[in-house]
T-cell receptor, first 114, second 116 residues
Framework: AQSVTQPDIHITVSEGASLELRCNYS??????LFWYVQSPGQGLQLLLK??????LVQGIKGFEAEFKRSQSSFNLRKPSVHWSDAAEYFC????????????FGTGTRLQVTL | DAGVTQSPTHLIKTRGQHVTLRCSPI?????VSWYQQVLGQGPQFIFQ???????GRGNFPDRFSARQFPNYSSELNVNALLLGDSALYLC???????????????FGSGTQLSVL
């Protein structure tokens, strides 16, 4: 069965600083990988996804993620964080053939200081 | 176009009661999925329906059931509520039942269920 680990429960960065959120996955085949963001009281918004091809994926709001098969990782990055990026970030893996069935990590809460 | 809509937004129930949560997918989307998000955790898959048929079920007890109607809206029912059922219940819609490079799930804002 697939699983996702987000080792950082909470991260604080200063506005304008760079950001990297870690995600490690466990899945036997080529995974479908996603990053979602959730603001308080809101649903989930897709930031980016990886299915195949280029291992560096660009998403919305200036985010990018890199798929590293050798490390089973799919880390999310942003070169310069804005105060509005403060939210909960979830990494998820979808099993081939059932992409609508996602397995999520426990999330990383991002706090941005001014 | 309207996104995924869920009702009610908040709900308070007592142990042992029954609850029905509702979801309307984006127009044209035939797939609806339900997820449970307990405070401090990531969402956990409960069900997926496509064209009124159950296509997937997560590791939840039989107290949880769902159905999809001809207009593709969906209901999630939970019987004999337990304190541990307190969570944000998210509905997501998609236009296809399975994977596609061009598809993604669209999530609603959820129903916050509190069981006292």
């Amino acid at each position: 069965a697939q699983s996702v680990t987000q080792p950082d429960i909470h991260i604080t960065v200063s506005e304008g600083a760079s950001l990297e959120l870690r995600c490690n996955y466990s899945y036997g085949a080529t995974p479908y990988l996603f990053w979602y963001v959730q603001s308080p009281g809101q649903g989930l918004q897709l930031l980016l996804k990886y299915f195949s091809g280029d291992t560096l994926v660009q998403g919305i709001k200036g985010f990018e993620a890199e798929f590293k098969r050798s490390q089973s990782s799919f880390n999310l990055r942003k070169p310069s964080v804005h105060w509005s990026d403060a939210a909960e970030y979830f990494c998820a893996v979808g099993a081939t053939g059932t992409a609508s069935k996602l397995t999520f990590g426990t999330g990383t809460r991002l706090q941005v200081t001014l | 176009d309207a996104g995924v809509t869920q009702s009610p937004t908040h709900l308070i129930k007592t142990r042992g009661q029954h609850v029905t949560l509702r979801c309307s997918p984006i127009s044209g989307h035939k797939s609806v999925s339900w997820y449970q998000q307990v405070l401090g955790q990531g969402p956990q898959f409960i069900f997926q329906y496509y064209e009124k048929e159950e296509r997937g079920r997560g590791n939840f007890p039989d107290r949880f059931s769902a159905r999809q109607f001809p207009n593709y809206s969906s209901e999630l029912n939970v019987n004999a509520l337990l304190l541990g059922d307190s969570a944000l219940y998210l509905c997501a819609s998609s236009s296809l039942p399975g994977p596609s490079n061009h598809e993604k799930l669209f999530f609603g804002s959820g129903t916050q269920l509190s069981v006292l």
